[in-house]
């Protein structure tokens, strides 16, 4: 077993590990002004999402945020955002789509700071807090945003219920993120059997985001070259999912799974 998949696999190391990784790394990064920490997508025979210039230089990451919302109209709606990084998909929602409220929620209070001092507009907000215990009363939301991040939390059958908890009936809950095969069965389990959520649809997008992976590679080198010593460099670069990456090659052979779901509070 390599150590990204271990580390995947074993609840109580990941937390561990996660909760130091993301601060130190948003505090190396801070300079470079990184938005997002996605692998990102890219569809092909599609016609290409049309951004503001001040987007552009995120299209792949993007492509992922818009997959994921999927075309639910977050327009005058309440969203909450769980584990929002540094807030790159928050901002982007929140001005093309003027929620009532958006709320960026993350586990690492550097990410929060870094994305209140990039991002405003109205009717955002970010708030340190857990996925697995959401600071919110009951049947708060009317959509719940979730990309890429379930794989470091300890429970994911646990932030399940806290999501079918604080979505309003009739809310949706958009997911995506990634597992390693002997993960996978769990995972698709606590969505599609939770009693109080509705499967309406579920895709594997391998495919698109090695596409992302690779439109990413050069940003992503770049990136942990000038932020990390060079010891952390080849670790690092896996975990980016940089072409030619145990990650990457994980995805091209199907070791790792990358799906995408629309659910619906009933
Ligand atoms: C790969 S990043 C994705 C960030 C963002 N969604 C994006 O696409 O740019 C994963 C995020 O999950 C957050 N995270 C990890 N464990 C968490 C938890 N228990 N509760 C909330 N956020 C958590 C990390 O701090 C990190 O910002």
Known sequence: MGLIEEILVRPKLRQKLWAWWYPFFTRRVRAQGIDFLNYAFQEEGTVPLSLKSEDEPNRPNIQLYEHVRGGVDLRGLRVLEVSCGHGGGTSYFTRTYQPAEYVGMDLNPEAIRHAEARHQAHGLRFQV???????????????????????????????????????????????????????????????????????DEMRLINPEVIRGMELNTPRYVAMVKQALPRILHRLALDFAGVKGSRLYRDALSGEMSYRSFKLTRR
């Open 129 to 199: 807090g857990d996925a697995q215990k959401l600071p919110f009363p009951d049947a708060t939301f009317d959509v719940v945003i979730n990309v890429e991040a379930s794989h470091c939390y300890p429970d994911f059958p646990g932030f399940v219920v806290e999501v079918s908890r604080v979505l309003k009936p009739g809310g949706r809950f958009c997911h995506a993120d990634l597992r390693y095969r002997n993960g996978v069965d769990e995972w698709v389990a606590a969505l599609a059997k939770h009693p109080k959520l509705r499967l």
